[in-house]
């Protein structure tokens, strides 16, 4: 028997999960005027959450290894590419909210179940700049 028991959770209560993944690739910033304009690269931080309210019988809402699986192979799809030759960076701009919104779009069919869903994407271009989409 290797049930264990579960603590009461109030039906409003929230668990936030988050993993992080990291990608290195190159773009520029069409239509930008500054030095962002030109060919340069960044080693992309990303940041997946997933939130949910049940857990499952060994007391998780999901797995990070599960989170973090789908997230690897989300950002293999940009890992050390040129962004701007690959789509939908080819026509959309690369900036990090289109980076963000691609990711978020890219996971939330493996992560999205009935007791938890994929609720935000974080995407750090260096120490100091992040942006946060939520949908
Ligand atoms: N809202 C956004 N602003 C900027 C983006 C973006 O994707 N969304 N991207 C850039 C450039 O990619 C640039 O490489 C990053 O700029 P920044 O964060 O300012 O980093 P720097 O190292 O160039 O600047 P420091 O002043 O040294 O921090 C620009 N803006
Ligand atoms: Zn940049």
């Known amino acids: 028997m290797n049930d264990s028991a ?3 959770i109030p039906a ?3 668990f936030t999960l988050t993993v992080e993944v990291e990608f290195a690739a190159a773009h520029h910033l069409r239509g930008y005027e500054g030095n962002c304009a030109r060919l340069h690269g960044h080693n992309w931080k990303v940041i997946v959450e ?8 060994v007391g998780m809402v ?4 599960t989170m973090k699986k789908a997230a690897r192979a989300t950002a293999e799809q940009l890992d050390h ?3 701007n030759e690959i ?7 690369p ?6 919104v691609w ?3 890219e996971l939330s069919s493996t992560l999205n179940r009935p007791n938890a869903r994929l609720s935000g994407i974080t995407i750090w271009e260096n120490d100091r700049s992040a942006v946060t989409y939520r949908a």
């Open 103 to 105: 990711f978020f779009d």
């Open 87 to 93: 789509p939908p960076f080819d026509t959309v701009n």
């Open 50 to 57: 997933v939130t949910g309210n049940k857990l499952d019988k």
């Open 62 to 65: 999901m797995d990070f290894k």
């Open 12 to 14: 409003n209560a929230q």
């Open 6 to 8: 579960a603590l009461p």
């Open 95 to 100: 900036t990090a909210e289109n980076i963000a």
């Open 81 to 83: 590419y040129y962004l």
